[in-house]
């Protein structure tokens, strides 16, 4: 069965689907984009998902091209239409089509939208995923990452450099030597504080420096049913070297244990104890949605 795409008022075949040349994501990258995990035929956290993307588009001044209702109909349209039973529905907006000119058109035109799905492998049991490998790197990309634009290319070179490297992700560094988040995921340490002896998950804190990842935001909700120790504030790779546990987290691959970091082994090289609970609670939290 071919896939299908939604684009601008239409569902067409995938290799059919087409923008114009002057749109301005492919001049610009002027858009934003989100992607909403689907597991076992349910889209979960969706209402996180299409916030982000309004947010995006207000801090962009693009107009909403649809309201959220008729979205929400659309991804619907496109995980059945393609026969999504796991894997991602991806939405993209641009400023849309108009003479090619830096600065914002004159002459208002419509933003331009495009839906697509694509199945994904994923474990019968979200609390027990793979464990991966991560090196760090420089975090190159433009100063509003908060915002989930289109424009990815140090993302892209970055999680290349992993590849190469024969690792999942790159953790990316800011000029201060702390960790930001991943190329495509947001990082996360657990550490016990020296003094008081307890167990504290880190993780950076929602400023404009990373992206609010929405199983990110998962994770801080259920800290609060669980009474997990969370603190919001950059770490640096000295801290993430010593950490007893890591792990990063992201909507296409839910919560991964990173076994090392730059070839050197985080804690005992296995998951960790606070990083399965973590596991088991947002397995949980996923599961409620699909029953």
Known sequence: MPRIAYVNGRYVPHNHAQVGIEDRGYQFADGIYDVV???K??????????DRLERGLEELRISQPVSRKALSMIARR????NMIHNGIVYVQVTRGEA?????FPTTPVAPAMVVTGRHLQMPDDLSQPDMIDVITGPDERWARPDIKSISLLPNVLAKQAAAEAGAYESWLINDQGEITEGSSANAWIVRRDPDSGRVIIQTHQTDQAILKGIVRTAIVALAEQHQWAIEEKPFSVKDLMAADEAFQSSSGNMIRPVRSVDGRTIGSGETGPVVQEILNAFAHHVNAQID
Do not use: S
Request: charged residues 30%; positive net charge.
């Open 78 to 81: 496109i995980a059945k239409k």
């Open 37 to 39: 995990p689907i597991v």
């Open 41 to 50: 035929g349910t889209f979960i956290d969706e209402d996180w998902h299409w």
């Open 99 to 103: 003479p090619r000119n830096h600065k």
